[in-house]
């Protein structure tokens, strides 16, 4: 099996970083992660990474003049560790266009809602403020519209009585930790794969089960 090299880009924390370290420490798992990459040298994330083996670097934004001139050096290190894949887990920096069409295809990103609902932030706030009795999480490719690509995989979650943003975030962030690994093994896998602007699957999945709310 050919593991593809994987680098994940943070600014913080990095607990979905975790979560995708400790899939790819399986031998089974499609995908290596090589390189952890910050923009921000504080990140929490970046000591985590290093205690797990994991090579790091940081590329500073405020150091550099553009933000071509700040992906052109993320270029380097990402091609200097002979990167396949990026996972964006927290990187709070917009891209511009062209390096996400340099990446096209190879390049996702987790979301903590049901898109196309609730793009950009506050999105379990928005969720309370309208109502729904369902939200969850989406991963897909990353396209220049904001939270707006391809989506590979989402999970759901009941929203309950009583439910704040933070609780629900704490119930919605467990499904995090769960779908972004599963969506990195289907696309490292070529279980899914970004073809005309869509998801393409190449097997089918169980489409019995059913999140009912209330239940």
């Known amino acids: 099996m050919t593991r593809r090299r994987v680098a994940i880009l943070i600014s913080g924390r990095g607990s979905n970083m975790v979560s995708l370290i400790e899939a790819a420490s399986r031998p089974d798992f499609p995908a290596g992660i090589a390189l952890v990459l910050s923009n921000r040298p504080d990140a929490a994330g970046l000591e ?49 266009d062209g390096f996400v069409e340099r990446w096209s295809g190879r390049m996702i990103n ?32 990353v396209v220049p519209e904001l939270d707006a690509g391809p989506i590979i995989a989402q999970a759901a979650v009941p929203v309950v009585p009583g439910d704040t943003a933070d609780s629900l975030a704490a119930r919605v962030i467990v499904q995090e930790h769960v779908l972004y690994p599963k969506a990195l093994r289907m696309i490292c896998d070529g279980t899914a794969r970004l073809d005309n602007g869509r998801v393409a699957f190449t097997r089918g999945w169980n489409a019995d089960g059913t999140l009912h709310s209330p239940g």
Do not use: N, W
């Open 110 to 141: 987790i979301h903590p809602s049901l898109l196309p609902l609730y793009r950009g932030t506050q999105t379990h706030r928005r969720a309370l403020e309208d109502g729904v009795l369902v939200h969850g999480c989406t991963v897909h490719f």
């Open 48 to 96: 985590r990474a290093a205690a797990a083996g994991i090579a790091t670097a940081v590329v500073d934004h405020k150091a550099h003049p553009t933000r071509e001139d700040f992906e052109q050096a993320m270029e380097a290190e990402l091609k200097a560790h002979d990167i396949a894949f990026i996972c964006l887990a927290g990187f709070m920096r917009v891209l511009t």
